[in-house]
Nanobody, 117 residues
Framework: QVQLAESGGGLVQPGGSLTLSCAAS????????MRWYRQVPGKEREWVTT???????NLADSAKGRFTASRDNAKRTVYLQMNSLKPEDTAVYYC???????????WGGGTQVTVSS
């Protein structure tokens, strides 16, 4: 069983920055593929980024050039650095973990990001 706890959400003005964190416990962190998703009420959950076991990342087109994802294996934490935030980035951001070579998948409870003036 993997437990995930997101933090770092909040209210920010357009053009501002936020860094989200997701701390994982309950499983060796080195075998977890980590992802961030976001969801707006009434819409499907949207993939934002994947951070591989080796630390490689890929980003959704909507995030490229503005968001940076990373992982710190020593702290068992992944990060999502979000710059140049737009009102359309407003959503609940969820952390997701999948154990390598399995279908075992886990979700955090989410953290609200609101971009508004």
């Amino acid at each position: 069983q993997v437990q995930l706890a997101e933090s770092g959400g909040g209210l920010v003005q357009p053009g501002g920055s936020l860094t989200l964190s997701c701390a994982a416990s309950g499983s060796p962190f080195s075998i977890l593929i980590m992802r961030w998703y976001r969801q707006v009420p009434g819409k499907e959950r949207e993939w934002v980024t994947t951070i591989t076991v080796g630390g490689d990342t890929n980003l959704a087109d909507s995030a490229k050039g503005r968001f940076t994802a990373s992982r710190d294996n020593a702290k068992r934490t992944v990060y999502l650095q979000m710059n140049s935030l737009k009102p359309e980035d407003t959503a609940v951001y969820y952390c997701n973990a999948r154990i390598v070579n399995t279908r075992s998948e886990y979700w955090g409870g989410g953290t609200q990001v609101t971009v508004s003036s």
